[in-house]
Nanobody, 122 residues
Framework: QLQLVESGGGLVQPGGSLRLSCEAS????????IGWFRQAPGKEREGVLC????????NYVDSVKGRFTISRDNAKNTVYLQMNSLKPEDTAVYYC???????????????WGQGTQVTVSS
């Protein structure tokens, strides 16, 4: 069974950090681009960051520049989203998604995780 599983979400105070993980099972991530998306209540799902199969990354949201980074560990079949200096407006359900080789900003991904809740609040 091919699936992606996110973990690492939770409640954090403004200015805090979280690291989200996206682990694949049933297939190897090595030849896939992995995108992180988020969906806040009442808003559409948006792309946040993506990493190509060759390690290059793309940022889709200006508000996270300098605060969020994406990385991959192919040996662990896992992609990470490091989120620093979190703000209340980062509150959302975060999803990872996989598609072959290169990132796209649309939702044209083949596999999706179930999402993990991130809440930034004091």
């Amino acid at each position: 069974q091919l699936q992606l599983v996110e973990s690492g979400g939770g409640l954090v105070q403004p200015g805090g950090s979280l690291r989200l993980s996206c682990e694949a099972s049933g297939f190897t991530l090595k030849t896939y681009a992995i995108g992180w998306f988020r969906q806040a209540p009442g808003k559409e799902r948006e792309g946040v960051l993506c990493i190509n199969s060759n390690g290059g990354s793309t940022n889709y949201v200006d508000s996270v520049k300098g605060r969020f980074t994406i990385s991959r560990d192919n040996a662990k079949n896992t992609v990470y989203l490091q989120m620093n200096s979190l703000k209340p407006e980062d509150t959302a359900v975060y999803y990872c998604a996989a598609r072959r080789f290169v990132c796209v900003s649309t939702r044209s991904y083949d596999y999706w995780g179930q999402g993990t809740q991130v809440t930034v609040s004091s």
